[in-house]
């Protein structure tokens, strides 16, 4: 069992900067890591990714440029930088890990093993 504690969200304005963090326990942290996005009304949508190792990561384009996913395996922990932050980016912010991908595809479907309970983020005009 895998446990996922994400931390760091919280109110900000339009164009501040915000760093999410996911902790992972229970297991040794050899997973492919994402983080996702839900805002009110709306269905979950990927944002970033990372390969178990660190050397691949992969964006939405919505976030491309402004965002940030990056990895500290001897710490399990994985870290999301936010910058430039836009009133679109309100949303409750959900870690993932999975063991396995077959595609860089798979990094953006919500098929993940194991999810934080959410952290949420709050941008305002």
């Known amino acids: 069992q895998v446990q996922l504690v994400e931390s760091g969200g919280g109110l900000v304005q339009a164009e501040d900067s915000l760093r999410l963090s996911c902790a992972a326990s229970g297991r040794t942290f050899s997973f492919h890591m994402g983080w996702f996005r839900q805002a009110p009304g709306k269905e979950r949508e990927f944002v970033a990714a990372?390969?178990?190792?660190?050397?691949?990561?992969y964006y939405a384009d919505s976030v491309k440029g402004r965002f940030t996913i990056s990895r500290d395996n001897a710490k399990n922990t994985v870290y999301l930088q936010m910058n430039s932050l836009k009133p679109e980016d309100t949303a409750v912010y959900y870690c993932?890990?999975?063991?396995?991908?077959?595609?860089?595809?798979?990094?953006?479907?919500?098929?993940?093993?194991?999810w934080g309970q959410g952290t949420q983020v709050t941008v305002s005009s």
């Open positions: 990372i390969h178990r190792s660190g050397s691949n990561t």
């Open positions: 993932a890990a999975r063991y396995l991908v077959y595609s860089i595809d798979d990094y953006r479907t919500a098929d993940y093993d194991y």
